[in-house]
T-cell receptor
Framework: DVKVTQSSRYLVKRTGEKVFLECVQDMDHENMFWYRQDPGLGLRLIYFSYDVKMKEKGDIPEGYSVSREKKERFSLILESASTNQTSMYLC?????????????FGEGSWLTVV | GDSVTQMEGPVTLSEEAFLTINCTYTATGYPSLFWYVQYPGEGLQLLLKATKADDKGSNKGFEATYRKETTSFHLEKGSVQVSDSAVYFCAEKRPNTDKLIFGTGTRLQVFP
Protein backbone atom coordinates (compact mmCIF):
# COMPACT_ATOMS: atom_id res chain seq x y z
CA ASP A 1 0.00 0.00 0.00
CA VAL A 2 1.09 3.53 -0.71
CA LYS A 3 2.01 5.38 2.42
CA VAL A 4 2.12 9.14 2.79
CA THR A 5 3.26 10.06 6.27
CA GLN A 6 2.96 13.47 7.83
CA SER A 7 5.27 13.86 10.79
CA SER A 8 2.96 15.80 13.09
CA ARG A 9 -0.76 15.31 13.54
CA TYR A 10 -1.34 18.21 15.92
CA LEU A 11 0.76 21.33 16.42
CA VAL A 12 0.26 24.53 18.37
CA LYS A 13 2.56 27.41 17.45
CA ARG A 14 2.84 31.05 18.37
CA THR A 15 2.36 33.94 15.98
CA GLY A 16 5.65 34.77 14.27
CA GLU A 17 7.20 31.35 14.75
CA LYS A 18 8.75 29.49 11.85
CA VAL A 19 6.88 26.23 11.30
CA PHE A 20 7.96 23.14 9.40
CA LEU A 21 5.49 20.49 8.26
CA GLU A 22 7.17 17.34 6.98
CA CYS A 23 5.82 14.75 4.59
CA VAL A 24 7.35 11.48 3.35
CA GLN A 25 6.03 9.06 0.71
CA ASP A 26 7.28 5.54 0.08
CA MET A 27 6.15 4.88 -3.51
CA ASP A 28 8.83 6.70 -5.49
CA HIS A 29 6.24 9.19 -6.76
CA GLU A 30 7.45 12.14 -8.80
CA ASN A 31 4.66 14.49 -7.71
CA MET A 32 4.04 15.80 -4.23
CA PHE A 33 1.48 18.34 -3.09
CA TRP A 34 0.56 20.46 -0.10
CA TYR A 35 -3.11 21.35 0.34
CA ARG A 36 -4.89 23.34 2.96
CA GLN A 37 -8.40 22.32 4.07
CA ASP A 38 -10.84 24.79 5.58
CA PRO A 39 -14.59 24.41 6.25
CA GLY A 40 -16.67 25.63 3.34
CA LEU A 41 -13.61 26.11 1.13
CA GLY A 42 -12.67 22.51 0.45
CA LEU A 43 -9.06 21.76 -0.42
CA ARG A 44 -6.87 24.48 -1.85
CA LEU A 45 -3.47 23.80 -3.38
CA ILE A 46 -0.59 25.65 -1.75
CA TYR A 47 2.41 24.23 -3.61
CA PHE A 48 3.17 21.39 -5.95
CA SER A 49 6.49 19.69 -6.74
CA TYR A 50 7.01 17.48 -9.81
CA ASP A 51 10.63 16.58 -9.15
CA VAL A 52 13.46 17.08 -6.70
CA LYS A 53 14.20 20.78 -6.25
CA MET A 54 11.33 21.67 -8.58
CA LYS A 55 8.25 23.47 -7.34
CA GLU A 56 5.24 25.30 -8.65
CA LYS A 57 2.90 27.68 -6.87
CA GLY A 58 -0.64 26.59 -6.31
CA ASP A 59 -3.68 28.72 -5.67
CA ILE A 60 -2.69 30.12 -2.26
CA PRO A 61 1.14 30.22 -1.91
CA GLU A 62 1.36 33.49 0.01
CA GLY A 63 2.97 33.06 3.41
CA TYR A 64 4.30 29.60 2.56
CA SER A 65 7.41 28.09 1.02
CA VAL A 66 8.43 24.51 0.29
CA SER A 67 11.51 22.36 0.07
CA ARG A 68 12.10 19.14 -1.87
CA GLU A 69 15.71 18.03 -1.45
CA LYS A 70 14.92 14.32 -1.79
CA LYS A 71 12.32 12.61 -3.92
CA GLU A 72 10.48 11.07 -1.00
CA ARG A 73 10.29 14.16 1.20
CA PHE A 74 8.36 17.40 0.75
CA SER A 75 8.36 20.07 3.44
CA LEU A 76 5.98 22.97 3.90
CA ILE A 77 7.41 26.01 5.67
CA LEU A 78 5.52 28.84 7.28
CA GLU A 79 8.17 31.55 7.55
CA SER A 80 6.27 33.57 10.14
CA ALA A 81 3.09 31.88 11.31
CA SER A 82 -0.07 33.92 11.57
CA THR A 83 -3.45 33.12 13.09
CA ASN A 84 -5.09 32.96 9.65
CA GLN A 85 -2.86 29.98 8.89
CA THR A 86 -4.65 27.92 11.52
CA SER A 87 -5.93 25.04 9.43
CA MET A 88 -5.64 21.39 8.46
CA TYR A 89 -2.74 20.72 6.09
CA LEU A 90 -2.76 17.71 3.81
CA CYS A 91 0.22 16.29 1.95
CA UNK A 92 -0.29 14.11 -1.12
CA UNK A 93 1.72 12.30 -3.80
CA UNK A 94 1.16 10.76 -7.23
CA UNK A 95 2.90 9.48 -10.32
CA UNK A 96 3.46 12.03 -13.06
CA UNK A 97 0.88 12.76 -15.76
CA UNK A 98 -0.86 9.43 -15.93
CA UNK A 99 -4.47 9.93 -16.90
CA UNK A 100 -6.74 9.12 -14.03
CA UNK A 101 -3.90 8.25 -11.70
CA UNK A 102 -4.70 8.38 -8.04
CA UNK A 103 -3.40 11.05 -5.71
CA UNK A 104 -2.65 9.58 -2.28
CA PHE A 105 -3.09 11.64 0.85
CA GLY A 106 -1.55 11.64 4.28
CA GLU A 107 -3.68 11.82 7.42
CA GLY A 108 -3.29 15.55 7.80
CA SER A 109 -1.64 17.95 10.21
CA TRP A 110 -3.81 20.17 12.36
CA LEU A 111 -2.01 23.45 12.96
CA THR A 112 -3.22 26.01 15.48
CA VAL A 113 -1.47 29.39 15.58
CA VAL A 114 -2.09 31.36 18.75
CA GLY B 1 -10.57 28.81 -14.33
CA ASP B 2 -11.86 25.31 -13.91
CA SER B 3 -14.06 24.56 -10.94
CA VAL B 4 -16.02 21.75 -9.36
CA THR B 5 -19.39 22.37 -7.74
CA GLN B 6 -20.94 20.07 -5.17
CA MET B 7 -24.20 20.26 -3.32
CA GLU B 8 -23.91 21.85 0.06
CA GLY B 9 -24.30 19.74 3.14
CA PRO B 10 -24.86 18.41 5.53
CA VAL B 11 -26.88 15.64 3.98
CA THR B 12 -28.73 13.83 6.75
CA LEU B 13 -30.19 10.39 6.09
CA SER B 14 -31.54 7.42 7.95
CA GLU B 15 -29.78 4.10 7.60
CA GLU B 16 -30.73 2.21 4.41
CA ALA B 17 -31.86 5.39 2.63
CA PHE B 18 -30.82 6.20 -0.94
CA LEU B 19 -27.99 8.69 -1.34
CA THR B 20 -27.26 11.16 -4.11
CA ILE B 21 -24.57 13.82 -3.88
CA ASN B 22 -24.48 16.06 -6.95
CA CYS B 23 -21.25 17.15 -8.60
CA THR B 24 -20.69 19.19 -11.76
CA TYR B 25 -17.44 20.28 -13.37
CA THR B 26 -16.45 23.01 -15.80
CA ALA B 27 -13.28 21.71 -17.45
CA THR B 28 -13.50 21.43 -21.22
CA GLY B 29 -12.30 18.36 -23.02
CA TYR B 30 -12.18 15.12 -21.09
CA PRO B 31 -10.94 15.51 -17.53
CA SER B 32 -10.62 12.56 -15.20
CA LEU B 33 -13.14 12.63 -12.38
CA PHE B 34 -12.82 11.41 -8.81
CA TRP B 35 -14.71 11.02 -5.57
CA TYR B 36 -12.66 11.09 -2.38
CA VAL B 37 -13.96 10.34 1.13
CA GLN B 38 -12.68 11.73 4.42
CA TYR B 39 -13.67 9.91 7.59
CA PRO B 40 -13.52 11.85 10.88
CA GLY B 41 -9.97 12.68 11.91
CA GLU B 42 -8.41 11.18 8.78
CA GLY B 43 -6.97 12.24 5.44
CA LEU B 44 -8.67 11.71 2.09
CA GLN B 45 -9.06 8.30 0.49
CA LEU B 46 -9.94 7.63 -3.11
CA LEU B 47 -13.47 6.22 -3.28
CA LEU B 48 -13.87 5.86 -7.05
CA LYS B 49 -12.85 7.41 -10.34
CA ALA B 50 -13.73 7.57 -14.04
CA THR B 51 -11.47 8.61 -16.87
CA LYS B 52 -13.74 8.91 -19.91
CA ALA B 53 -17.32 9.69 -20.84
CA ASP B 54 -19.94 7.11 -19.83
CA ASP B 55 -17.47 5.31 -17.55
CA LYS B 56 -18.96 4.21 -14.24
CA GLY B 57 -16.75 4.17 -11.19
CA SER B 58 -17.84 1.97 -8.29
CA ASN B 59 -16.58 0.93 -4.87
CA LYS B 60 -18.10 -0.13 -1.53
CA GLY B 61 -21.62 0.13 -2.97
CA PHE B 62 -21.06 3.69 -4.22
CA GLU B 63 -21.34 4.51 -7.92
CA ALA B 64 -20.83 7.54 -10.14
CA THR B 65 -21.21 7.84 -13.92
CA TYR B 66 -19.18 10.29 -16.03
CA ARG B 67 -21.82 12.28 -17.95
CA LYS B 68 -20.22 14.45 -20.61
CA GLU B 69 -23.50 15.89 -21.86
CA THR B 70 -24.37 17.30 -18.43
CA THR B 71 -20.76 17.72 -17.17
CA SER B 72 -21.73 15.77 -14.07
CA PHE B 73 -20.40 12.98 -11.88
CA HIS B 74 -23.06 12.44 -9.23
CA LEU B 75 -22.33 10.03 -6.39
CA GLU B 76 -25.02 7.46 -5.50
CA LYS B 77 -25.52 4.62 -3.06
CA GLY B 78 -28.62 2.52 -2.80
CA SER B 79 -28.57 1.90 0.95
CA VAL B 80 -26.36 3.95 3.24
CA GLN B 81 -24.95 2.79 6.56
CA VAL B 82 -23.96 4.69 9.68
CA SER B 83 -20.34 3.90 8.81
CA ASP B 84 -20.71 5.95 5.59
CA SER B 85 -20.87 9.13 7.64
CA ALA B 86 -18.00 11.23 6.31
CA VAL B 87 -17.16 14.18 4.08
CA TYR B 88 -17.22 13.45 0.34
CA PHE B 89 -15.16 15.45 -2.15
CA CYS B 90 -15.63 15.53 -5.91
CA ALA B 91 -12.53 16.39 -7.96
CA GLU B 92 -11.39 16.76 -11.56
CA LYS B 93 -8.01 16.50 -13.26
CA ARG B 94 -7.54 17.89 -16.74
CA PRO B 95 -5.52 15.88 -19.27
CA ASN B 96 -1.79 16.60 -19.21
CA THR B 97 -1.88 18.10 -15.75
CA ASP B 98 -1.13 16.52 -12.42
CA LYS B 99 -3.21 18.73 -10.18
CA LEU B 100 -6.65 17.96 -8.81
CA ILE B 101 -9.31 20.62 -8.48
CA PHE B 102 -11.63 19.85 -5.59
CA GLY B 103 -15.16 20.79 -4.74
CA THR B 104 -15.92 22.18 -1.30
CA GLY B 105 -16.99 18.82 0.11
CA THR B 106 -20.35 17.48 1.27
CA ARG B 107 -20.80 16.15 4.78
CA LEU B 108 -23.00 13.06 5.04
CA GLN B 109 -24.56 12.11 8.37
CA VAL B 110 -26.34 8.77 8.60
CA PHE B 111 -28.44 7.99 11.65
CA PRO B 112 -29.61 4.55 12.81
Amino acid sequence: DVKVTQSSRYLVKRTGEKVFLECVQDMDHENMFWYRQDPGLGLRLIYFSYDVKMKEKGDIPEGYSVSREKKERFSLILESASTNQTSMYLCASSQRQFRGDTIYFGEGSWLTVV
Amino acid sequence: GDSVTQMEGPVTLSEEAFLTINCTYTATGYPSLFWYVQYPGEGLQLLLKATKADDKGSNKGFEATYRKETTSFHLEKGSVQVSDSAVYFCAEKRPNTDKLIFGTGTRLQVFP
